[in-house]
């Protein structure tokens, strides 16, 4: 097993809030997002089952392109034409989103569902301050707070969030990158959201102001009792801060176990050539690994397992059979002939 | 250590000019009044160009306080060049004349006096004589001035007359005794007799074929140019900015539906279009406003379509969505103010268009009566005196040129003023 020592090390001991069994907030079964294009119809994301359970930071990782920003917009119904859900369920504490009015979706989005973009720089509106943002986001939902109250609850929330309340009546551009990606989680915050999607919130952001930013996503957990779906390419920051992280490939979920069982008993073969292909500091190889080939058109997806081309262990069946998602061990699951083959067999 | 911070590498992708840095920290309002310093020489294009659009609306604002006459008014002799006095009537006499001005004859006989046919001499000589007679009545005095008019062909004629002593004197305008002045050596120019309250100033662009003055009609056209230019520029933008806001949110077929139609628009010929909407509606001033707004409609429509469509992909209107806000806020408070700039230095370009189409439309004798004050109609009456009067044509033309010009200039300014990155390097 091929695993990197490094994120490892760092994984966090298993607090608390790591649940084994926890209170699912947000069960995912068969989400299927397709997108209309020329070239016919991409499977963005294609029958992913998940449940995220209350209170747990979940890291979701992939490669560019393997359906991981639209499984989190879908998440929201956020998915505007040329794409749209052509299946499965949503099932938001107790709450069938499928069925829910456009009304209805626009009270959740803020008040429990709260969004980080990627990219800090052009997710705040460049003529509005920041006070407006938070106060305009307080009485959209909340149409009966005054103007005093709204701002007296954002300055709070800034204030808590470390940017000095004086900055608050600042625009965007006079804004660090940092700063700005703290005012979008107070956006999520200003209406006490339950559940927050960050996606690849620290893409943009510098070393030094990564590792704050996760360390504030991780007290906020605990101080607002947040559960946070982190999508992201960076192992390293997956490795830091979720309980438990899913992999995806190609639109299809590949492996879902907690942090150190995924980086530590590593299943599947995608999730160990992505670990491998994160440089380690600690190894004098300076060979980095390469996975061979790039992911396949989701236009045509190859039959069977969608990895088997670039696969190092693939078999025939992976050729013409698609493996099932099975449980391998008690917290984790994946979908691999390698370890559903004795199943299969029988 | 100095060469360094005056060669910043350039390729540091977040380097920002010392001016630049500057113009983060300031107002509308203050950049421009530091344009000079920012824009370096092109700061008196700003400058001149705004002076010209203020005093233009200024003008056109209250005509009535810089015009000297009434622009329908037949207030002066006809055709006069620009600056050129107005022809004086001069009495001419011989040099042992016992007589020395039109006072002189009030000695209660008849004075026979020779002039042209058909020229202002007869009425002139009239209105003097008269005049003097009032004056000695008021001064108790009721020796009046008769005179007895003989009227000639030519001049020669008239001057003839007066050399054999046929006439006491003649009376004929300044300049063509000034032409004939060496054949009559014996006769001499005793002074002007029209009343004439005219001098050099009073005509600075010439009188038309009909004597009205050419400069306080170029002064109430401008009235008609405003009136125009920005009824028009602001009904199209009325119109054509919400309808390209929707259709670059809303997207699909409304928006192929409409880019369709405005697009049919924007292809047809301009002046065309309006003519032939000007002649279905007929004419009046509000159809040729109607007609223009219609034409510019598709200039703001495409504009704020594709800025409503890039800014429509932003990802603070996707992040707006996120926060549970409605399609109308994130139009209103997101899309539309980011949209809005663009278009506000459009406006000004296209109020520049309106003026000229206004112009080309009655130039071609659609819309407005043909005595209204404005650049086109006298641009139209002007044409058939191209040859002899160019005054006529030159100054309403020079009007159209300058005002347009004024107002694209300070387009293309505001451009540079709010958003500096748009400068070429």
């Known amino acids: 097993m091929a695993s990197i020592e490094n994120p490892v090390a760092e994984l966090p001991p298993p607090s608390a809030s790591d649940l084994a069994h926890g209170e699912v907030l947000y069960s995912i079964r068969d989400l299927t997002v397709d997108y209309a294009t020329r070239a016919g119809t991409v499977g963005a994301v294609d029958r992913v089952s998940l449940d995220i359970r209350k209170g747990e930071i979940i890291g979701l990782v992939g490669e560019s392109g393997c359906g991981k920003s639209t499984l989190g917009k879908a998440l929201m119904r956020m998915i505007t034409p040329p794409g749209h859900i052509s299946g499965g369920e949503l099932l938001f504490a107790g709450e069938d989103l499928m069925l829910a009015s456009d009304r209805r979706m626009r009270q959740l989005r803020g008040a429990r569902i709260g969004m980080v973009f990627q990219d800090p720089m052009t997710s705040l509106n460049p003529l509005a301050r920041i006070i407006d943002h938070l106060t305009e986001t307080i009485q959209t939902h909340e149409s009966t707070v005054s103007d005093a109250a709204a701002r007296d609850r954002a300055e709070q929330l800034v204030a808590r969030l470390g940017i000095r309340i004086e900055r608050i009546d600042d625009y965007p551009h006079q804004f660090s990158g940092g700063m700005r990606q703290r005012i979008m989680i107070a956006l999520a915050l200003a209406l006490r959201a339950d559940f927050v999607i960050a996606d690849e919130p620290t893409t943009a952001l510098d070393v030094i102001v990564e590792a704050q930013f996760l360390d504030l996503l991780l007290e906020l957990r605990d101080e607002f009792d947040l559960t946070i779906l982190l999508i992201t390419h960076n192992i390293g920051a997956v490795a830091e801060i979720s309980d438990r992280v899913a992999v995806m490939y190609a639109g299809k979920l590949v492996e879902l176990g907690p942090a150190n069982a995924v980086f530590g008993e590593t299943k599947h073969p995608y999730s160990q050539g992505l670990l491998q292909s994160v440089p380690n500091i600690d190894v004098d190889d300076v060979d980095l690994y390469q996975m061979a080939g790039s992911p396949p058109s989701l236009v045509h997806p190859p039959p069977g397992c969608r990895f088997h081309p670039r696969c190092p262990a693939a078999m025939d069946i992976c050729r013409t059979e698609e493996p099932a998602f099975l449980k391998v061990a008690p917290e984790q699951a994946t979908a691999c002939w390698l370890y559903s083959k004795g199943r299969y067999d029988e | ?425």
């Open chain 2, 1 to 425: 250590m100095a060469t360094t911070l005056e060669n910043p590498p350039p390729e540091s992708p977040v380097h920002l000019e010392e001016w630049e840095q500057e113009l983060q920290k300031v107002g509308l309002v203050r950049r421009i009044l530091r344009a000079r310093r920012w824009y370096g020489t092109d700061w008196w294009f700003v400058t001149i160009s705004t002076a010209m659009v203020v005093a233009f609306l200024v003008i056109a604002i209250a005509p009535q306080f810089f015009a000297k006459y009434d622009p329908l008014g037949q207030v002066g002799p006809r055709l006069l060049a620009p600056g050129e006095l107005p022809a004086q009537e001069i009495l001419i006499l011989p040099e042992d004349s016992q007589y020395n001005s039109v006072a002189d004859f009030a000695t209660g006989e008849r004075i026979p006096i020779a002039v042209q046919r058909e020229t202002p001499s007869s009425e002139a000589a009239r209105d003097e004589a008269d005049r003097v007679t009032e004056e000695n009545a008021a001064a108790g005095s009721d020796e009046r001035v008769r005179l007895q008019i003989q009227r000639f062909e030519t001049p020669g004629e008239v001057l003839d007359t007066v050399v054999a002593g046929d006439a006491v004197a003649g009376v004929m305008s300044s300049s063509v005794f000034k032409g004939l002045a060496d054949q009559y050596p014996t006769l001499q120019s005793a002074g002007a007799i029209s009343s004439a309250e005219q001098d050099a100033t009073s005509f600075p662009l010439g009188t038309n074929q009909v004597g009205q003055d050419v400069l306080s009609r170029l002064i109430w056209g401008a009235r008609i140019a405003i009136i125009i230019g920005f009824s028009a520029a602001i009904i199209s933008f009325v119109i054509g900015v919400p309808l390209g806001l929707l259709a670059g949110f809303a997207g699909g077929k409304t928006d192929r539906l409409m880019t369709l139609i405005m697009d049919s628009i924007y292809a047809f010929p301009g002046l065309i279009l309006a003519i032939a909407i000007t002649a279905v509606l007929g004419p009046s001033i509000f159809n040729i406003i109607v007609a223009i707004a219609v034409l510019y409609i598709p200039t703001y429509y495409r504009i704020v379509r594709g800025q409503t469509l890039s800014a429509k992909e932003e990802l603070y209107v996707e992040a707006a969505r996120s926060i549970g806000a409605k399609s109308r806020e994130i139009l209103s408070r997101y899309i539309f103010p980011n949209v809005i700039p663009s278009v506000a230095i459009i406006f000004s370009v296209n109020v520049a268009d309106a003026i000229l189409t206004g112009a080309g439309l009655s130039f071609l004798g659609l819309g407005l009566p043909p005595s209204t004050p404005d650049w086109g109609i006298d641009l139209a009456r002007g044409q058939e005196f191209i040859r002899s009067a160019w005054w006529l044509i030159t100054f309403p033309g020079l009007a159209v040129m300058l005002v347009v010009l004024a107002f694209t200039m300070m387009g293309e300014g505001l451009v540079e003023i709010f958003n500096p990155k748009l400068r070429e390097r």
